[in-house]
């Protein structure tokens, strides 16, 4: 397995009083490797596939703790080392779990296509392409080259589409001429009606069931559902208790990916993979 995508440091701010503007505002605080890419990366890998992970880091302490916690999960990490900082996310978590996230991409922006790139590809069992490299118009045509490879080699493909406010910006229809080549597709609900402006997601999933292999849509305490062949299969979410939503939709992603590709059914795939989000959504950061 081949991931390709953002190298981050999620810095996750939960506040456990009123917050005050001016002075300081008790909280629970928690730094560590982030990145969706990454996330679905380390997903895949405790699920016992060979994971090689490709991104950008800054030459910098931030860059050394991503690249250790992959390690630490048993990804091989692939990193090219860029003149810039590395990138960093800062989520803010409302009392419902949901959260606000403020960007800084740092060396993200800087990733390239290479030799070494293309090999990795060129003999990748499967290649999963986060959707933020295809968002930033800096790396969107890295995503397309790597996609044509994987297409032209035989190598099986997906992609997730990572964010709904990007999209509506870059528009439906640039982040769909990249994603034509990907067998498969990832979204949440929100993501998936911003994409194909549908006007509910039973019509989004059908929509999107016509353009791809197979598509993925969650729906936070809603569920999930795919669409594989023409048939669509749905699930309920597990009752939890949700802290921090953070990761739990890439979660979702690597444990689908990661039962698919070991000859799981769609239902039972689906099902691992709320599984899997009901144990990140208990915890603070993308984890769980």
Not at 281 to 286: D, F, R, Y
Request: hydrophobic share 50%; net charge negative; aromatic share 2%.
């Amino acid at each position: 397995m081949l991931v390709v995508g953002d190298v981050m440091v999620d810095v996750v701010v939960k506040p456990t009083a009123p917050v005050a503007p001016t002075s300081d505002t008790p909280s629970r605080v928690r730094v560590g490797r982030g990145g969706s890419g990454a996330n679905i990366a380390v997903a895949l890998a405790s699920r016992g596939h060979r994971v090689t992970y490709i991104g950008a880091v800054g030459d910098d302490p931030l860059g050394e703790l991503f690249r250790a916690e992959l390690a630490r999960a048993r990804v091989v990490a692939h990193l090219q080392v860029v003149d810039r900082s590395t990138g960093v996310v800062v989520a803010v978590v409302a009392p419902d779990g949901e959260r606000a996230m403020m960007t800084d991409r740092g060396a993200n922006a800087l990733l390239e296509m290479n030799e070494d790139v293309a090999a990795l590809v060129a003999h990748a069992r499967h290649v999963h392409v986060s959707g933020y490299t295809v968002l930033d118009e800096r790396t969107r045509e890295v995503a397309r080259a790597i996609l044509a490879l994987a297409n032209s080699s035989g190598v099986a493909t997906s992609l997730d589409v990572c964010s709904a406010g990007p999209l509506a910006e870059v528009t439906p229809e640039v982040f769909l001429e990249v994603a034509a080549a990907s067998d498969m597709l990832f979204a949440n609900e929100e993501e998936a009606l911003t994409l194909t402006r549908a006007r509910d997601v039973e019509a989004a999933i059908e929509w999107l069931g016509r353009r791809f292999l197979e598509a993925v849509v969650t729906r936070g305490a809603l569920g999930a559902s795919a669409v594989c062949d023409g048939a669509t299969t749905s699930i309920a979410a597990r009752g939890v208790e949700v802290l921090d939503t953070t990761g739990a939709g890439d979660a979702a992603t690597g444990a689908y990916l990661a039962a698919r590709l070991s000859g799981h059914d769609v239902l039972e795939s689906l099902g691992r993979a709320m599984h899997r989000a009901s144990a990140v959504v208990g915890e603070l950061g993308a984890r769980g």
